[in-house]
């Protein structure tokens, strides 16, 4: 039997599944350090990560290791250029987590918009007397402009909602989507600085790469209005966070909606100070039904790569497709 790592805890009915196909071994505390994983990798055949940084180093110690399948469809936590020079596939998680992320941006987003986190923070803590006409005053969603920056599926499925809301939608990518898209979403395509100046709400839905590191920092944030939010559901590291932290200090932006933190979890320590900030845990794609969804996809690729079950040979989701079949370099 091939020996795969499974470097998280994932639901049990997911092992049992990839048990019948292969020698498990199971990490289920706390993560991994970088040491222990490429020493548990060492003897695989496969494995499964959710976020786990896979490098050259990790590639060079685990000889007979064919594929590592990520259960996200964010994978900047893989070196492709070391996966593609030594011929080890890279899987992840696409499209089910779509309509379950661009939910949870709107929530983000409209509790950034409407103060609600806030005002909890401040119902809780027993600080409600009485009605007040300017208490936790906010902006409005409906009808207002939706900027969003990285328009593939996830994008879409969020400016597929504003129509509900009847908003404006504008939109940021490396490239125009097809007319089609842009006509069924209303969506207008715009250059990075006008979409910062127009948008009263801005969401970010793009992939991390060195080229989208602090995509929104201080010079970004002084040209969006001081009414707008800001909504980061994509990576850590697209927003400078400290430059964030003073502008939502200095109202130089409303409030933020934040998923996604630089060096998470452990996030800029400043930001818990910070009133008009929402501030959750990763979970965007958190809802029973897509986090299996995830799991049984990140087993499917596993098991497909691994040349097992009815796909054998053909997984679902290769990131780089050209080294399939190719030997281990
Ligand atoms: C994952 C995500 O849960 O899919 C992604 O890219 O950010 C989340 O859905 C997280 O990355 C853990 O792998």
Redesign the pocket.
Known sequence: MQKILVARPIFPDVIERLKQYFDVDWHQGDVLSAEELTRRLADKDGAL???DPVGAAALAAAPRLRVVS??????NNFDMAAFNASNVLGT??PDV?NES?ADFGWALMMAAARRIAESEHWLRAGKWQKWSYDGFLGTDICGATLGVIGMGRIGQALARRAKGFNMQVIYHNRSRVAPEIEAELNAEYASKQDLLKRADHVVLVLPYTKENHHTIGAAELAQMKPTATLTNIA?GGIVDDAALVEALRTKQIAAAGLD?YEGEPNLNPALLSVPNVVLTP?I???TEAT?RA?ANLAADNLIAALGEGPRAGRPPNPINPEVIGKARS
Request: net charge positive.
């Open positions: 990560t959710a976020g990520n259960m996200a469809v964010g994978y992840n998680t987590l992320t990576r996604v990763h965007a794609s958190a986090r995830m």
